[in-house]
């Protein structure tokens, strides 16, 4: 089973894409988080994708499916591939196809997530996580139980905010999931694979609703 988790920036891709990994033994292609590692360790890739990535631009296609190929090619046997930021415009969709045949894979389903704007500015400049295990915090929906701890590994002052989750670099980001990601909507409805659910509801609700929406396929 593979899927892609559609949306705009701060619409849960990622923290869904957690569960999934967690509860279906799925593996997450974040191609977000492919390049902010890359960053972490300082390699060139790194350096050359951190002004774009900082501004909220998108990279070039070529740079991100060479990762995704990488990814691909290199994976053992799982039970599927969560596609989250993955693609982000129609090349990119359409690379993601031959990748896929040529590992004799399909992709099963596209869920997009649909988050008005207004609440993607709160969702977005609130969020932190922990620099140490990874773990997703937000100031008003999912604050640690101790302030400055984290429930996950207990580290103590290590959270950090991405240095895209500002407002301004915010703005660059909607703008290019409206000009270059929004299309891959009316392209997947086109080929029947798009199901639509509501995240503005609960992360459990969301949870549950593409859990549905898997089983639906
Ligand atoms: P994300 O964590 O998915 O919000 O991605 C953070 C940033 O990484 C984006 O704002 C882009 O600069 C870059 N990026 C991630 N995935 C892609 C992609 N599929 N295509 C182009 N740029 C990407």
Redesign the pocket.
């Known amino acids: 089973m593979n899927i892609i988790l559609i949306g705009p920036?701060g619409a849960g891709?990622?923290t869904q894409a957690a569960t999934l990994v967690k509860d279906r033994n799925m593996i997450q292609l974040?191609?977000?988080?492919?390049?902010?590692a890359a960053r972490t360790s300082g390699t060139e890739l790194g350096k050359m994708?951190a002004g774009?990535?900082d501004?909220?631009?998108?990279?070039?296609?070529e740079?991100?499916i060479g990762l995704i190929e990488e990814q691909l090619t290199s994976s053992t046997e799982s039970t599927g591939f969560i596609f989250?930021?993955?693609?982000?415009?129609l090349a990119?969709a359409d690379a993601l196809s031959n990748l896929l045949s040529k590992v004799d894979q399909k992709l099963d389903t596209v869920i997009q997530m649909t988050v008005d704007d207004e609440a993607l500015v709160r969702r977005i400049t609130g969020r932190f996580t922990c620099g140490v295990c990874g773990q997703g915090y937000h100031e008003d929906f999912k604050a640690p139980i101790i302030k400055g701890k984290c429930d996950n590994c207990g580290e103590v002052g290590a959270f950090k905010k991405?240095a895209?989750d500002n407002e301004d670099?915010l703005k660059?980001?909607l703008m290019?999931y409206y000009k270059?990601t929004s299309p891959l909507i009316g392209y997947y409805y086109a080929k029947q694979q798009l199901q639509q659910i509501n995240g503005l509801n609960s992360i459990d609700e969301v949870g549950r609703d593409i859990s549905e929406a898997i089983s639906s396929i």
């Open positions: 920036p891709k990622g974040s191609t977000g988080d492919m390049l902010r994708v774009v990535m501004r909220g631009e998108l990279v070039t296609d740079i991100v989250d930021g993955f693609p982000r415009t990119q991405r895209d670099a660059t980001r290019a270059d």
